[in-house]
């Protein structure tokens, strides 16, 4: 716990750390939203207040992610699993194939949901290497067929992320980047879709962002439930229902934050930071420590990692829960441990794990 405003070193995988200036501010103006004698949470998704912070999200997304004019940018609900199954379903046709990349847990659930409506198919997987690098481009094969590739950009589980993304030619990139989405700059022109739930690097859960080639979006099956199309969202500039008010609203205050911290090439630069500071102590431990990653795939949002054996990885665990660290088990699926440093996460949290780190290996090696 930092004792100065009783805040946890939060590691949480998801939901997660959110900027402390943003909690405040959402505080100072949660009973009267600017002046208006009621909470942003109070007021109507059509009135002139609300789309005013609704258009100013969508506005600071597009300048700080440098999201070209011919994109669509979506909120809608459901998560990045419902986009497992809108993608397909809007996309992919009876007997046509798509090509999914698997790097991990994220990978096999969208895998699966594309197979109710098509043919996909697992050009790439690293599975058998326990999902601990990210393949190379010689082993990525393009059916120029195919409706689309999807890949995962960041691995939340087994903590490997993408640095550099295919070039699937004429077939239709999509990412899932659920877990590093605005963490550093991206060519978004490389994509046709984009998707991420904001729970991990944007705001609070309940908030899914979509960003889309427009021309890519016009491609789409016609013959599915109105609120499962994307066009129905795009043609009604995400209001075509209720949307989470309050959600986009934090999200709006977040990139707020970004634009405060100096844009995404200093978030990046500080993402660096924090995570070499847990690696280094990982890699000089003699082993005491192992990662999950393989160096060259290592994401710098979820650091996975052993320690040396089982019994000492509880006590680490247990010892770490006492010193006010939060979030450090690893997923339920894999087991180990996991620092998820998402954007929010203050370089002080992660200082503060590696002091821990190399403090408990000289306590118990
Ligand atoms: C967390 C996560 C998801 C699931 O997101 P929901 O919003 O809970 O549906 C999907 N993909 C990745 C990469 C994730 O990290």
Known sequence: MNQSNKRAYNFNAGPSALPLEVLEKAQQELVNFQESGMSIMEMSHRSATFEKVHNEAIFRLRKLFAIP???????????????????????????????????????????????????????????????????TFDEIDVDTDDAYVHVTSNNTIYGTQWTEFPNTGEVPLIADMSSDIMSKPVDISKFDMIYAGAQKNLGPSGVTVVIARKDFLAKANSEIPTILKYSTHAESNSLYNTPPTFGI????????????????????????????????????????????????????????????DEELEQQFLSEAKEAGFIGLNGHRSVGGCRASAYNSVPLETCKALSDFMIAFKTKHQ
Request: no cysteine; net charge neutral; proline share 2%.
């Open 69 to 135: 004019n011919d994109y669509e940018i979506l909120f809608l609900q459901g998560g990045a699993s419902l986009q497992f199954t809108m993608i397909p379903m809007n996309f992919l046709k009876n007997g046509k194939t798509a090509s999914y990349i698997m790097t991990g847990v994220w990978s096999e659930k969208a895998y699966k949901e594309a197979k109710l409506f098509g043919e996909p198919v697992q050009i790439a997987s690293t599975k058998e290497n326990q999902y601990r690098n990210i393949p």
């Open 249 to 308: 609203y934090m999200l709006g205050e977040v990139l707020k934050w970004i634009e405060e911290k100096g844009g995404l090439t200093a978030i990046a630069q500080q993402n660096e930071e924090k995570a070499k500071l847990i690696y280094d102590v990982i890699d000089n431990s003699n082993g005491f420590y192992t990662g999950h990653a393989s160096k060259e795939s290592r994401s710098l949002m979820n650091i996975t990692f052993r320690v040396a």
